[in-house]
């Protein structure tokens, strides 16, 4: 299980999840699931279109991702976002499959890009995995303050004269690199999978940020771990594990809320424990309900 | 005339029985997809209704690997989809946003599953292809009946629950407060969507089915704030951009570079993003010309305050 090509899988299969653990737990923060889910697979009508042209994967696949991200930051400043993102899902989708009835071969390329191929990773494919994810931790790094005040409180991000959309652009472009970084490696629905399910299930078991962004990125780290090692054993695919794995990781998190409640013996309507430090997450609501 | 009407319709379009049955179910289709569209955009559940296109194709691979007809596959795992996500979701967007996130993922884990498994036990890699994006040429006309059945299901579910959808969608307290049950409500839309995404899904590919049932919706409330109008004219472009759509990929079969067709799915999408940029740009000059007042209240309520029921309610994540 550790030797030769393993080695890489391993290797590339845990930067990807500490970067999805960190930049998933803003995605959640501020309500963007959505967007998690429509930039890796716009992403990857660019891959499609650059195969068929001949250029690198990775060059469309960072294009598509970077104008799909633009896209919806610009049209979501003044339409509805979710709609906003679904249109520019469904666009550039419709350009993949137009890219895909030009070209000749496609279908195992096809699902490799969606679900990934963790298990065939070269050591260029290492080198820039770890380059990108370098850089979207030092943005998020960056952006920490204003990135969360935005997320949990954007009035007052605003009166303390933060330029909301400016943030959720920028914030749109971090998920546009992470996309690029991870997409080739690991697939367009596993990335969304680990950005949603992990810090949604940290979420769950803490309110102070720093330490949810930590469970995240543990939580993240240990999904995919699972999920290689029971692919490696039973030939399953990765992206079903990561996938189930998530959703129970999700599901526990819940319970554990459920039990604190029932044995602290307050009924609290927001679904969150109202028993820890008030912190600033805590005080303005953490789960997306300013007070 | 008659040399501009045969290069517009390459001959053999209205003669051709694929054709036919595209315009037939896309149209209808397309229909009931804008119509159920416009509760979905005006709810913010967009992000809901393109998951449970993706789930039913979960379904669809099921359906596929034990051999059973693809439509139930597709109904099946929509509504169960949205059943774990009305189980999951809070009541409030960020909440639900992340349950549907939750469900998403694993369905699309399920998904991989059994396209693995269809792939490796009957070797057939084109299915994944078929399933993902789906093809409007290659509906049995024998399904039609079935289609029109769950079609009138779906239409009736949203006509029913016409207001409280609505009322609802403003303000659950209001809502609660008048006495409208908001969970069922809002279960039951869910129903309806997982219902109209499936058959979308089954007929015209999970790209389009996303595309049918938010693109019109969402360009016709750009249009106006009047849900009844909204959905007149939702209807109008559903059907408009299926229809234009499929005679543009009919004539693209004498198009380069591969000559043998461009995809539908391209050519409704492409319409459907320009319709919606018309109307986004229809709409910013006549707020313009209203001027800064409308401008301001245009995000917010009481834009068609006086009417039965209370305006629609702030576009979530603008600002």
């Given at each position: 299980m550790f030797s030769g090509f393993m080695v890489n899988a391993w290797i590339v299969a845990t930067m990807v999840a500490v970067v999805a653990g960190i930049i998933g737990f803003f995605t959640v923060l501020r309500g963007s699931a959505f967007v998690a889910h429509a930039v890796p697979q716009a992403g990857f009508a660019g891959a499609a279109g650059a195969s068929l042209i001949g250029v690198s994967t990775l060059a469309g696949l960072g294009t598509f991702a970077a104008i799909s991200a633009l896209s919806i930051g610009f049209l979501g400043k003044r339409g509805r976002h979710d709609a906003v993102t679904a249109l520019t899902l469904v666009f550039m989708l419709g350009l993949g499959a137009l890219f895909l009835s030009w070209s000749e071969e496609y279908a195992s390329a096809i699902y490799a890009l969606l679900f990934?191929?963790?298990?065939?990773?070269s050591s260029n494919q290492v080198l820039a995995t770890a380059a990108l994810g370098v850089v979207c931790i030092a943005a998020v790094v960056i952006l920490y303050r204003p990135l969360l005040l935005t997320s949990v409180v954007p009035e007052m991000a605003e009166a303390r004269g933060v330029r909301t959309h400016r943030m959720e652009l920028c914030f749109l472009v971090v998920v546009a690199l992470v996309t690029t970084m991870s997409v080739p490696v690991v697939g367009a629905l596993l990335m969304f999978s680990l950005m949603v399910g992990a810090p949604g299930a940290a979420r769950s078991f803490t309110d102070k940020p720093l330490s949810a962004l930590s469970l995240s990125v543990g939580i993240s780290v240990a999904i995919v771990w699972t999920a290689i090692a029971a692919s490696y054993e039973?030939?399953?695919?990765v992206g079903f594990f990561v996938g189930v794995l998530g959703a129970v990781f999700f599901i526990a998190g819940r319970g554990w809320v459920a039990w604190r409640r029932s044995a602290a013996g307050r009924v609290d309507s927001t679904g969150?424990?109202?028993?820890?430090?008030?912190q600033l997450a805590t005080a303005t609501g953490m789960n997306g309900e300013p007070t | 005339m008659d040399a501009v009407l045969t290069s517009i319709f390459e001959p053999g379009f209205f003669t051709s029985e694929p054709v036919r049955v595209a315009v037939v179910v896309g149209g209808a289709v397309s229909l009931v997809s804008a119509v159920v569209g416009v509760f979905t955009v005006i709810r913010g559940q967009s992000f809901a209704g393109h998951s449970l296109g993706d789930l039913g194709t979960t379904g669809g691979a099921g359906a596929f690997l034990v051999g059973a007809n693809p439509l139930w596959g597709f109904v099946t795992f929509a509504i169960i989809g949205a059943g774990a996500m009305e189980l999951f979701?809070?009541?409030?967007p960020r909440g639900r946003d992340m349950a549907t996130g939750i469900v998403l993922g694993a369905g699309l884990g399920i998904a991989a599953l059994f396209l693995y498994l269809g792939t490796t036990q009957s070797?057939?890699?084109g299915a994944t292809i078929t399933i993902l994006f789906?093809?409007?040429?290659?509906?049995?006309?024998?399904?039609i009946p079935v289609f029109a059945l769950l079609s009138v299901l779906a239409l009736a579910v949203v006509a029913l629950l016409y207001r409280p959808l609505l009322l609802s969608a403003v303000s659950q307290d209001i809502a609660s407060a008048r006495g409208v049950p908001v969970r069922v409500v809002g279960a039951l839309h869910l129903l309806a969507m997982a219902v109209a995404v499936s058959l979308s899904c089954v007929t015209i590919g999970a790209i389009l089915s996303t595309a049918v049932l938010i693109g019109p919706a969402a360009a016709a409330l750009r249009l106006t704030k009047r849900p009844g109008l909204a959905i007149a004219w939702a209807a109008v472009i559903g059907l408009a951009v299926t229809w234009l759509g499929i005679l543009l990929a009919y004539d693209s079969y004498?198009?380069?570079?591969?000559?043998r067709g461009w995809p539908v799915s391209f050519f409704v999408v492409a319409l459907i993003l320009v319709v919606y940029l018309l109307a986004d740009l229809a709409n910013g000059q006549k707020a313009r010309r209203a001027g800064p007042r409308a401008i301001a209240s245009d995000k917010g309520?009481?834009?068609?305050?006086?009417?039965?029921w209370p305006s629609l309610p702030p576009e979530p994540g603008a600002e």
């Open positions: 990934g191929e963790v298990l065939g990773v039973t030939d399953w695919p969150h424990l109202a028993t820890g430090p008030m | 979701g809070a009541r409030r070797n057939t890699t789906g093809s409007m040429f290659v509906i049995r006309a024998s399904m004498y198009w380069p570079p591969a000559g309520p009481g834009v068609v305050a006086g009417r039965a």
